[in-house]
């Protein structure tokens, strides 16, 4: 759900933003997260194409690494950062990307720090792309934070990108397979059924069955076809929702097997972004709010009890173990991290050796269940044929 926020900024500045959330109080945690005031907060659906195309990109969408990638380029070459912007805005083909920086521009003549300027465009800049910014103007190493969020983001890309590439071949699989059978059995077995309706004989129990099936698609093809497309308008309508409020993760998190799995993928997840935040100069316990609206929703209140017990004066490993945000491995780490006060370090090599751990076990789980996925398909489909084909074997059989 999207929702248009008015709220008053740090400099008593009335500004509208928009959010992208699952309820209204979430939408109001998150422009409070940004030093904003919030006013009121209007629900608006998104679109059509959005709804049914869950995590579709659309034209226009502001890309924070490439502005990244490109405004650290120019910094490094000497410009200045108005100069930079001003340089990109130039560039800039695309009139909602150009809007974007035209809003940067006018927030830093008018005298706002750049972090400022950002978080009020929340659409386009995540609260952790803020919080970097903010921890650098600090320091005035604004070129070390970009280059530390743009590797962030290829790290954390590495892992998710794997997934992505994994599940494509399955997914091509199931569509075939799962078309196939539906031409067999909407088109090709009433067909049979016809032929073999006035033999007279006496068919094997299962292929009688399939072929009353056939009979019944035959008879009501516009209504199953309807019927199979409202499934699955469905079934996509229940995937964005369930994205949206992150409950797909649970449910995925819950399968045997993939649990553990799920767990240590969220985990490296964790300690890759507070690793970075930490290294960037924030607070731990200023880090810990920042990751928390990048946690799913099972994890989000252990690391909000565990960033409770580090407000109070516990040590951070005690507080993750504590509250089952660590593993034995991560949990030596944390501690010769805390005793050499290089804890950001220690926690972005956790979750590299995690990471690395998330890659060997999908490659192990790809090569296993792709042939086992092709063999379900095929035995399903040539269960179907060898059931058309029965009467004919059986029919062969009593002519010899």
């Known amino acids: 759900m999207q929702f248009h926020v008015r709220a008053i900024s740090s400099e008593n500045r ?3 933003v928009i959010v992208h959330a699952p309820e209204e109080t979430d939408a109001l945690r998150q422009v409070q997260a940004r030093g904003l005031f919030a006013i009121s907060a209007t629900a608006r659906p998104d679109s059509i194409l959005g709804t049914l195309l869950p995590g579709r990109s659309t034209r226009g969408q502001f890309s924070v690494v490439l502005f990244s990638q490109e405004l650290l380029a120019l910094l490094n070459a000497g410009l200045s950062l108005v100069e930079g912007l001003e340089a990109l805005q130039e560039k800039e083909t695309d009139q909602s990307a150009g809007s974007v920086l035209t809003h940067l521009i006018s927030g830093l003549r008018e005298g706002k720090r ?43 890309d590495v892992v998710r990108n794997k997934i992505v590439s994994a599940s494509i071949y399955p997914l091509i699989l199931l569509f075939v397979g799962g078309t196939v059978s539906l031409f067999l059995m909407i088109y090709v077995v009433p ?9 007279g004989r006496e068919l094997p129990w299962m292929s009688k069955l399939l072929l009353e099936w056939g009979g019944f698609s035959a008879a009501n093809t516009k209504p199953l076809l309807l019927a199979t497309a409202c499934i699955s308008g469905g079934l996509l ?20 097997g993939i649990r553990s799995r ?35 929703s099972a994890a989000r209140g252990n690391v909000q009890a565990a960033r409770m017990m580090i407000e109070s004066g516990v040590a951070i490993s005690e507080a993750f173990q504590s509250h089952q945000l660590t593993t034995p491995i991560s949990t030596r780490m944390l501690r010769v991290g805390e ?24 490659d192990r789980f790809t090569r296993s269940f792709e042939p086992l996925l092709m063999a379900a398909i095929g035995i ?21």
């Not at 067909?191 to 033999?199: D, E, I, L, P």
């Not at 924030?282 to 609206?293: F, G, Q, R, S």
Request: net charge positive; glycine share 8%; hydrophobic share 45%.
């Open 114 to 156: 750049l972090s400022a300027a950002l978080s009020l465009q929340p659409q386009h800049f995540p609260i952790l792309f803020v919080g970097i910014i903010k921890a650098a103007e600090g320091t005035s190493d604004l070129p070390q934070a970009l280059s530390r969020y743009i590797d962030y983001r290829q790290k954390l």
């Open 191 to 199: 067909k049979f059924a016809s032929v073999y309706q006035g033999t």
């Open 339 to 362: 005793r050499s006060g290089e804890l950001g370090s220690m926690l972005i090599q956790s979750a590299a050796f995690y990471d690395g751990e998330t890659s060997r076990w999908i």
């Open 14 to 16: 009335i500004c509208n």
């Open 262 to 296: 799920a767990r240590i993928f969220q985990l490296s997840r964790l300690y890759l972004t507070l690793g970075m935040l930490l290294e960037g100069g924030v607070p731990i316990v200023i880090a810990m709010k920042t990751v928390e609206d990048t946690m799913s």
């Open 380 to 400: 399903i489909i040539g269960t179907i044929v060898v059931l058309l084909y029965m009467p004919i074997f059986d029919l062969a059989g009593s002519l010899s």
């Open 237 to 256: 309508l229940l995937i964005r929702r369930l994205l949206k409020k992150g409950s797909i993760g649970d449910l995925i998190s819950a399968l045997p």
